[in-house]
């Protein structure tokens, strides 16, 4: 009896992922479509990754979402931490389908209250991140998301924040990783999860 159950259970599960897999491969390449490449942006010789077709449409947000949810469900999360500014679209539908808390990460001079503060450098300058001293208390599970990966810089001073805070970073999430650019090295020993890899 007990094998016919345990047959039965690994073919439902094969069957799900013989129908799901494919429509996850098909929704990201949608989602990879759907980013625009801007050259030249801020800075020349810069190839900005926009995001905003995906924003604009209704079933590419609804998808990108999903996306962060499948990995985050089931996981025990107190906050979801998210890095300004396209960090925030992401990370905060995320929280609330959650039921959990978001905090934001901003650039310098932007937070209203007390503020811990992380140097970074990016792809292009350098600047302060900085975060409320009572966003994420001792202890609290924190998933970092973010719109993109990139050399690594913005996201690795948002991990300082969230240990220094005493939370536990369980994973840095991104929807774009730019992988030529080895930015998940800088997370390191953080493990790193992005859905469209370029
Ligand atoms: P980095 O610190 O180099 O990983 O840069 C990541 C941050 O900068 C993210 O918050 C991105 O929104 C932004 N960013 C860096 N490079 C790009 C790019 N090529 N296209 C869009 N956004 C970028």
């Known amino acids: ?22 429509m996850t491969a098909k929704i990201v390449e949608k989602l990879r479509a759907a980013v625009r490449d801007v050259p030249d942006f801020p800075k020349t010789g810069i190839v900005f990754k926009d995001i905003t077709p995906i924003l604009s449409d209704p079933l590419l947000f609804r998808a990108s979402i999903d996306l ?13 931490v998210g890095i300004d500014a396209r ?17 934001p990460i901003r650039k310098r001079g932007k937070l209203p209250y007390r503020t811990e503060t992380a140097k970074y450098s990016l792809e292009y300058g350098e600047a302060e991140m900085e975060m409320h001293t009572d966003g994420v208390t ?4 924190v998933v970092l998301v973010d719109d993109l990966l990139a050399t690594g810089g913005t996201s690795a001073a948002a991990a300082v924040l969230i240990r220094k ?15 030529f650019l080895r930015g998940r090295k800088q997370l390191e020993p953080t493990p ?3 859905f469209l890899k370029y």
């Open 87 to 103: 960090g925030f679209l992401f990370g905060s539908a995320v929280a609330y389908e959650l039921g959990i808390g978001f905090v």
């Open 165 to 179: 805070a005493g939370g536990h970073l369980l994973e840095a999430q991104f929807l774009i990783e730019l992988e």
């Open 1 to 22: 009896m007990l094998f016919v159950e345990r047959f039965a259970a690994t073919n439902t599960i094969f069957l799900f992922w013989c129908l799901f897999a494919p």
């Open 68 to 80: 962060f949810l499948e990995r985050c469900r089931g996981r025990n999360i107190d906050k979801i």
């Open 192 to 194: 790193v999860t992005s």
């Open 138 to 141: 001792s202890g609290e599970r």
